[in-house]
């Protein structure tokens, strides 16, 4: 019993020294990664947007899902998701005074939560306006439980500038990843076609709740540079582990 005992104490400490050496390699990659993110103007903050956007931070166009109802543990029925996002929109200052929203509205109760309309509600009361309207189709299988179809909301102030502002309303893509547990990802093609459109190569794109970090993604492969905002931290690590590869697609277009 005793040899016994101490052959899994050895094993035992073996375990935790690989354990831990994972664990140094892990932060050391991410360490790193976080260093060449920072030098290119790249970088996730482990804030809420509202700290982010009251800081002296720069950036060109904003591209963001807000999170749902039931992710902040609001009633639909109430006006606290118009609330939630008013508190952030009024911080909203992208140099080239364009916002896309991507919201799906909600079923619940036997009915539909037209979420979408809260959003314009705001963001006009705020001082933007509806410059175009894209329809994302997810699929066209029945789904009893969510719409298969995302709204797509571009506002604007004047004066701003678009490359092209008559691309396409709906766009198809079946694809939606999943990413790290995220099972309801954005469209990376989506967020490509908007980033595309909206900045010029070299920008910078803001993700007030950059989740998984799809904005992040399509940012680097269109030439942007992006900049998020979670609050997170072990969704920030994921986000961080998944944009590791990256870096050479930094070094290529800076």
Not at 93 to 108: A, E, F, G, H, Q
Request: positive net charge.
């Amino acid at each position: 019993c005793i040899q016994s005992k101490i052959r899994y104490g050895k094993e035992e400490t073996k375990e935790s020294t690989y354990q831990s050496s994972n664990i140094q390699r892990t932060r050391r990659r991410t360490r790193e990664t976080n260093e060449v993110w920072t030098k290119f103007n790249c970088m996730i903050y482990n804030d809420s947007c509202i700290t982010t956007l009251n800081s002296d931070v720069k950036y060109d166009y904003v591209l963001t899902s807000p999170p749902d109802y039931n992710e902040l543990g609001i009633d639909p029925k109430t006006d606290d998701w118009g609330n939630f996002l008013d508190s952030w929109v009024q911080l909203l200052k992208p140099s080239n005074n364009l916002v896309t929203i991507c919201t799906s509205d909600r079923k619940s109760d036997g009915k539909i939560y037209p979420k979408h309309i809260k959003v314009i509600d705001v963001f006009e009361k705020n001082g933007w306006f509806l410059k175009k309207t894209n329809i994302w189709v997810k699929s066209y299988k029945v789904n009893m439980f969510r719409m298969n179809y995302m709204n797509i909301l571009t506002f604007a102030k004047k004066p701003f500038k678009v490359k092209n502002p008559h691309m396409v309303d709906v766009i198809l893509d079946e694809k939606s990843p999943e990413v790290n547990g995220f099972k309801f990802g954005m469209s990376l093609l989506v967020c490509k076609m908007m980033i595309e459109n909206h900045t010029n190569k070299g920008q910078i794109v803001y993700d007030p709740f950059m989740g998984s970090g799809t904005t992040a993604v399509a940012a680097l492969e269109c030439e942007r540079k992006y900049m998020g905002s979670e609050i997170d931290k072990e969704v920030v690590d994921l986000c961080n582990e998944r944009l590791q590869g990256y870096n050479n697609t930094l070094n290529a277009f800076m």
